[in-house]
């Protein structure tokens, strides 16, 4: 049987849309009724309106129901309406936007994409009146588009009706654009009117009084709706913590800050014209200028539990006027940039931030907040070519650190406030109950004449529960500093095996070419002193996550373990270790305990230092007090301590701006389980003080092993 091969017949095939494609794409890109009248806004703006009005008529009912919005911008031509408008999937905003083309006479960015102004059209209802006039001309230009005859057929098969005529709507000298939306396709309740003014007020910032657009809706079915809703300055007047500042091009903040809340006046309290370098010094090495320009925030903030909400503002108020504008919103020149700010939007992290540190952070539905970035101070910040955002370039990566630091700023002298009035609320501690309850019982039995009969009992009670505490307490507090302050030489083992692989693998590729020589040889030594490293990394570690029991040993000894953990990271940040060994004292206690928190120290240290451009120091010494107790000073040369000691070792208070705020916390516990203390010392106060932080770890005198 002969195969029979070749070519049967050929051609070309064309795509044939059919109409309904389009109200497909209407129902993808619009996502709903109040987004569908906002494109329309941005298209007002594009067309460099000063001013956009919005009309809602009888749009309880779906046959009566008209919506319009009109402008007084540049209008269109028929030219325009027949090349751009009625062309789907047009290049003329890609154009505009690639060629970074701004408005004639605002210089604005535009913001509308894709053609959705025409699709949003549709999704507000089936049939569409466009009367535009463009600045000069002598007629208006009438489109009518019928959505109902694009069910069926081919989209070369629908007309779309087009006169032009003597002016009706745009007579004299006006201009413009006026959209009218009929037969609606869906009823409008009170929500979607109030929820759509929310939307149009965020449009504009609400702190440049002179806008050169302003935006105004009128339905008159829901007045009541709009004049009970505040506007913006009324809310923000009802925060609880209220911050303003502005970062100037070298990253340092100059800020106000207030809290006041009605139920506690009397610790109302105001920061005028606070000063905080916010560049976070380990993403801006050696203090350098951010790439970014001067920008202004304004923050917001409430506290959402149940009793502070009924001292301040209700739930319902909470719910109803301030839940829909929370999040971070940023504005260029006085106008949004999408999407910052929106209910899926957390481009700075708040909610990641409030997980890591629950009592000081605060999270998206807590805060108000406006950044104001401009063109001309910040030609980089620049949009995404679908106005989804900000180009993540070097720029906008050092505008959102900065951002993030003014937000710890804020959460720092928030922490202050806050704390004050939980204590005045005596918000019990769950630790402290037990001890409670058992004092209450001693004091019933001693009034009923019992406490002679079950003391010995009761005693035993607590001393076991303070022994299982204590048991349950140590392996937590070494693993949570370990998890705390090793970050970073976990990843330096890993980064040192890879610098490993990579000499073995370049070492295996000289052997087969040239044999064993000197380059071989110097890379093997360099393979031992990386693996040398490593090896001291991992021991240290390795002794600190042992199971620690009491036992005699020198502090010295904890130095030695703390700096073989932490050498490499402070030689890489050029950070200089002095330890003056001025007294050799062995105390009683459990040393993996003790090293945890002398690394938590030394890691806070190398931390702030960061902030020196140069000659980084930090002394380590052992001596003892004016008292006679053993201690451990570690002293830094970095810009201080600011806090008070009682707000530093809280669980969860911290000015690092990813920080978790329970480094001290876990020294402080460990003292306490030695019987210890925290004590801060400040230059002047004895020889050998550094001008920057010094902190003293002091044990008691009967735990020092004299023998």
Same mark, same amino acid.
């Given at each position: 049987m002969i195969k029979k091969t070749g070519e049967i017949k050929s051609g070309t095939g064309y795509f044939k849309p059919r109409a309904r494609l389009i109200v497909l794409l209407g129902e993808q890109l619009i996502t709903n009724e109040i987004i569908a009248v906002v494109e329309l806004v941005k298209n007002a703006y594009d067309a460099d309106a000063t001013e956009a009005k919005v009309i809602l008529e009888d749009i309880k009912s779906l046959e009566k129901g008209k919506i319009t919005v009109r402008d007084n911008g540049t209008g269109m031509d028929l030219d325009t309406i027949l090349k751009v408008w009625l062309e789907l999937a047009t290049e003329f905003r890609k154009m505009q936007r690639e060629g970074e083309q701004k408005t004639p006479k605002f210089g604005r960015l535009p913001l509308g994409e894709k053609g959705v102004g025409r699709f949003a059209a549709h999704k507000l209802g089936n049939n569409v009146e466009l009367v535009t006039r463009s600045e000069g001309s002598k007629e208006e230009i009438v489109v009518e588009v019928d959505w109902l005859k694009f069910e069926k057929g081919y989209l070369n098969e629908i007309p779309v009706i087009w006169q032009v005529r003597y002016p009706e709507v745009f007579k004299d000298r006006t201009f413009g654009t006026m959209i009218t939306v009929k037969n609606i396709r869906k009823t409008w309740d009170k929500k979607m009117v109030k929820r759509l003014y929310e939307k149009l007020q965020a449009l504009n910032s609400p702190f440049i009084e002179k806008t050169d657009f302003k935006i105004t809706l009128e339905a008159l079915e829901f007045k009541e709706v709009l004049e009970g809703v505040p506007q913006l300055s009324e809310i923000f007047e009802k925060a609880v913590y209220s911050f303003e500042g502005r970062v100037n091009e070298n990253g340092i903040l100059h800020f106000n800050y207030s809290f006041r809340n009605p139920a506690f006046e009397w610790l109302k309290r105001e920061i005028k014209e606070g000063v905080e370098d916010v560049r976070d010094p380990r993403k801006f090495k050696d203090k350098r200028k951010p790439f970014c320009g001067p920008f202004s925030v304004r923050f917001y903030v409430w506290d959402l539990d149940p009793a502070t909400l009924g001292e301040t503002i209700t739930r319902t108020f909470y719910q109803n006027y301030v839940r829909s504008h929370t999040g971070i919103r940023i504005y260029r020149d006085g106008f949004r940039v999408w999407p910052y700010g929106e209910e899926d939007d957390d481009s700075f992290s708040l909610d990641i931030r409030r997980v890591n540190n629950p009592t000081q952070a605060v999270s998206r539905n807590q805060i108000m907040g406006v950044v104001e970035i401009s063109s001309p101070a910040s030609p980089e910040l620049r949009d995404k070519t679908d106005r989804e955002g900000l180009i993540s370039n070097k720029e906008y990566e050092d505008f959102k650190e900065l951002v993030i630091g003014c937000i710890s700023v804020l959460e720092v002298e928030r922490r202050k406030d806050k704390d004050k009035v939980d204590a005045l609320r005596e918000k019990k501690k769950p630790g402290d109950e037990v001890h409670r309850t058992i004092d209450g019982l001693k004091e019933k039995m001693e009034k009923k004449g019992h406490w002679d009969i079950y003391k010995?009992?009761?005693?035993?009670?607590?001393?076991?529960?303070?022994?299982?505490? !204590?048991?349950?307490?140590?392996?937590?507090?070494?693993?949570?500093?370990?998890?705390?302050?090793?970050?970073?030489?976990?990843?330096?083992?890993? !980064?040192?095996?890879?610098?490993?692989?990579?000499a073995l693998n370049t070492l295996i590729e000289d052997i087969k070419k040239t044999g064993v020589g000197e380059e071989t040889t110097e890379r093997l030594v360099q393979i031992l002193q990386t693996t040398d490293i490593t090896s001291d990394l991992v021991r240290g570690v390795g002794k600190i996550t042992r199971k620690g029991r009491p036992e005699v040993f020198p502090l010295a000894s904890v130095i030695k373990d703390a700096l073989d953990i932490t050498k490499l990271r402070l030689e890489k940040d050029n950070i200089s270790i002095e330890t003056p060994e001025k007294e050799k004292i062995k105390i009683r206690g459990i040393k993996n305990m003790v090293t945890t928190a002398l690394l938590n120290l030394i890691d806070n240290s190398s931390y702030w230092l960061l902030y020196r451009p140069s000659e980084r120091k930090i002394i380590i010494r052992v001596d003892h007090n004016t008292e006679g107790k053993p201690r451990i000073i570690v002293s830094d040369n970095g810009p201080g301590i600011k806090d008070d000691l009682s707000l530093l070792i809280e669980p969860f208070f911290?000015? /690092?701006?990813?920080?978790?705020?329970?480094?001290?916390?876990?020294?402080? !516990?460990?003292? /306490?389980?030695?019987?210890?203390?925290?004590?801060?010392?400040?230059?002047?106060?004895?020889e050998g003080l550094l001008e920057g932080a010094n902190i003293a770890l002091v044990f008691p005198a009967e735990k020092e092993e004299k023998k």
């Amino acid at each position: 049987m002969i195969k029979k091969t070749g070519e049967i017949k050929s051609g070309t095939g064309y795509f044939k849309p059919r109409a309904r494609l389009i109200v497909l794409l209407g129902e993808q890109l619009i996502t709903n009724e109040i987004i569908a009248v906002v494109e329309l806004v941005k298209n007002a703006y594009d067309a460099d309106a000063t001013e956009a009005k919005v009309i809602l008529e009888d749009i309880k009912s779906l046959e009566k129901g008209k919506i319009t919005v009109r402008d007084n911008g540049t209008g269109m031509d028929l030219d325009t309406i027949l090349k751009v408008w009625l062309e789907l999937a047009t290049e003329f905003r890609k154009m505009q936007r690639e060629g970074e083309q701004k408005t004639p006479k605002f210089g604005r960015l535009p913001l509308g994409e894709k053609g959705v102004g025409r699709f949003a059209a549709h999704k507000l209802g089936n049939n569409v009146e466009l009367v535009t006039r463009s600045e000069g001309s002598k007629e208006e230009i009438v489109v009518e588009v019928d959505w109902l005859k694009f069910e069926k057929g081919y989209l070369n098969e629908i007309p779309v009706i087009w006169q032009v005529r003597y002016p009706e709507v745009f007579k004299d000298r006006t201009f413009g654009t006026m959209i009218t939306v009929k037969n609606i396709r869906k009823t409008w309740d009170k929500k979607m009117v109030k929820r759509l003014y929310e939307k149009l007020q965020a449009l504009n910032s609400p702190f440049i009084e002179k806008t050169d657009f302003k935006i105004t809706l009128e339905a008159l079915e829901f007045k009541e709706v709009l004049e009970g809703v505040p506007q913006l300055s009324e809310i923000f007047e009802k925060a609880v913590y209220s911050f303003e500042g502005r970062v100037n091009e070298n990253g340092i903040l100059h800020f106000n800050y207030s809290f006041r809340n009605p139920a506690f006046e009397w610790l109302k309290r105001e920061i005028k014209e606070g000063v905080e370098d916010v560049r976070d010094p380990r993403k801006f090495k050696d203090k350098r200028k951010p790439f970014c320009g001067p920008f202004s925030v304004r923050f917001y903030v409430w506290d959402l539990d149940p009793a502070t909400l009924g001292e301040t503002i209700t739930r319902t108020f909470y719910q109803n006027y301030v839940r829909s504008h929370t999040g971070i919103r940023i504005y260029r020149d006085g106008f949004r940039v999408w999407p910052y700010g929106e209910e899926d939007d957390d481009s700075f992290s708040l909610d990641i931030r409030r997980v890591n540190n629950p009592t000081q952070a605060v999270s998206r539905n807590q805060i108000m907040g406006v950044v104001e970035i401009s063109s001309p101070a910040s030609p980089e910040l620049r949009d995404k070519t679908d106005r989804e955002g900000l180009i993540s370039n070097k720029e906008y990566e050092d505008f959102k650190e900065l951002v993030i630091g003014c937000i710890s700023v804020l959460e720092v002298e928030r922490r202050k406030d806050k704390d004050k009035v939980d204590a005045l609320r005596e918000k019990k501690k769950p630790g402290d109950e037990v001890h409670r309850t058992i004092d209450g019982l001693k004091e019933k039995m001693e009034k009923k004449g019992h406490w002679d009969i079950y003391k010995d009992d009761v005693v035993k009670i607590k001393s076991a529960y303070d022994q299982r505490i !204590r048991e349950v307490l140590e392996p937590l507090l070494v693993s949570a500093g370990l998890g705390i302050a090793y970050t970073l030489p976990v990843h330096e083992i890993i !980064r040192n095996i890879g610098d490993m692989e990579k000499a073995l693998n370049t070492l295996i590729e000289d052997i087969k070419k040239t044999g064993v020589g000197e380059e071989t040889t110097e890379r093997l030594v360099q393979i031992l002193q990386t693996t040398d490293i490593t090896s001291d990394l991992v021991r240290g570690v390795g002794k600190i996550t042992r199971k620690g029991r009491p036992e005699v040993f020198p502090l010295a000894s904890v130095i030695k373990d703390a700096l073989d953990i932490t050498k490499l990271r402070l030689e890489k940040d050029n950070i200089s270790i002095e330890t003056p060994e001025k007294e050799k004292i062995k105390i009683r206690g459990i040393k993996n305990m003790v090293t945890t928190a002398l690394l938590n120290l030394i890691d806070n240290s190398s931390y702030w230092l960061l902030y020196r451009p140069s000659e980084r120091k930090i002394i380590i010494r052992v001596d003892h007090n004016t008292e006679g107790k053993p201690r451990i000073i570690v002293s830094d040369n970095g810009p201080g301590i600011k806090d008070d000691l009682s707000l530093l070792i809280e669980p969860f208070f911290t000015r /690092k701006p990813d920080g978790m705020g329970l480094g001290l916390y876990i020294v402080d !516990r460990i003292m /306490k389980a030695h019987d210890g203390s925290i004590q801060l010392l400040f230059k002047g106060d004895e020889e050998g003080l550094l001008e920057g932080a010094n902190i003293a770890l002091v044990f008691p005198a009967e735990k020092e092993e004299k023998k």
